[in-house]
């Protein structure tokens, strides 16, 4: 059913020089500790990482909850920041896919969607049979996912021994992380324009509209590296 | 309401609203070729709301972050990114001084 020698190469991608393990254990030991301080018990810490998986969006709940925002209010701040995972699922399951593999292992994996996982899977792919490329998904997903859930356990347990200099020391690992993954895959010219205009437009059009800024400055910024793309054949 | 139904809906919420967006992924993807024009788009705008999301965490953080100044978040980020060039694209190392780095600068 999953083909396991390359489920577990996929699972082995947390160790090595790439390993994603030690941003994602930084960033939820810090959000476990958050939510702590946010009231949450320590099943509900782990349920929340177990079922969303999704850092931005998890701290836009806790925030939230702290501001007394409404379940609906949450509901829309949260689809607001997550919708990138729409994008970013569209620019990496075609890559994954094969008429032999049955539909559920798509529609289940998709959950495994994650900013590090999605930079992992995109960097290896290609080294992989593509009859096989989504059990190796499978294997990055099952092993990013648990890091994620162990550490935000791990994060609300050592909370009380964390000082505010020790979090914000955390905190900063993760965009470190993603900034050199994607330094990394600017290798051509519409990627690079993609990566460099999104950073600069996120933060200005966040001045006005904090909600909406990551869903404009994404379609920006994409359409305009994608059209200087096609025009200068890449 | 209770307190802790209240956390209980905020996780369902959150969750729901997160699924969505891959599970709507999932199902467009069965539709896109990989040598369409259509997914080269989607990769440009993929690539660049991650990058949108990035500008805005180091420069607007939530949460934690928000308690150091940016000029030390920049020169954090611009030390890391030189060491990762530095040692040929490895990410261990550029990560674990990012944190030691900040919180050395924050004390200083």
């Known amino acids: 059913m999953i083909n396991s020698r390359v489920f577990f190469q996929g699972l082995i991608s947390l160790k090595g020089s790439k390993s994603p393990a030690i941003p994602l254990g930084a960033c939820f030991i810090a959000l476990g500790a958050l939510l702590k301080d946010a009231g949450f018990n320590i099943q509900q810490s782990a349920a929340s990482s177990l079922f969303t998986y999704a850092l931005p969006g998890q701290l836009v709940m806790a925030e939230s909850l702290l501001l007394g925002a409404s379940v609906i209010n949450i509901f829309i701040a949260v689809w607001l920041v997550n919708f990138r995972l729409y994008p970013m699922t569209v620019s990496l399951f075609p890559l994954l896919n094969h008429k032999s593999q049955p539909k559920w292992k798509y529609y289940l994996s998709c959950h495994f969607l994650a900013v590090s996982s999605w930079l992992i899977a995109k960097d290896s792919y290609k080294n992989i049979n593509k009859r096989h490329r989504i059990d190796f998904w499978i294997g990055i997903g099952i092993g990013t996912w648990s890091t994620a859930i162990l550490m935000t356990v791990l994060g609300y347990l050592a909370a009380d021994y964390l000082n505010k200099d020790m979090l914000i020391g955390l905190a900063i690992v993760n965009p470190v992380y993603f900034f050199c993954m994607m330094i990394g895959a600017m290798q051509n010219l519409s990627m690079s324009l993609a990566v460099i205009l999104g950073t600069v437009l996120g933060p200005i059009i966040y001045l006005f509209s904090s909600e909406w800024a990551l869903l404009f400055a994404g379609l920006i910024a994409g359409t305009i590296a994608f059209l200087f793309g096609e025009k200068n054949g890449k | ?108």
């Open chain 2, 1 to 108: 309401m209770e307190n802790s139904q209240i956390i209980i809906l905020a996780i369902i919420a959150t969750s729901l609203a997160t699924f969505i967006s891959r599970f709507m992924g999932a199902l467009t993807s069965e539709k896109v070729s990989v040598k369409s024009k259509i997914f080269q788009w989607f990769n440009c705008v993929a690539y660049s709301t991650l990058a949108a999301l990035l500008g805005r965490m180091i420069i607007f953080p939530a949460g934690v972050l928000a308690g150091s100044e940016l000029i030390i978040r920049l020169v954090v980020m611009i030390a890391c990114v030189a060491l990762f060039v530095l040692t040929k694209k490895n990410l261990v190392i550029p990560t674990v001084f990012s944190a030691i780095f900040l919180s050395f600068l924050i004390n200083f």
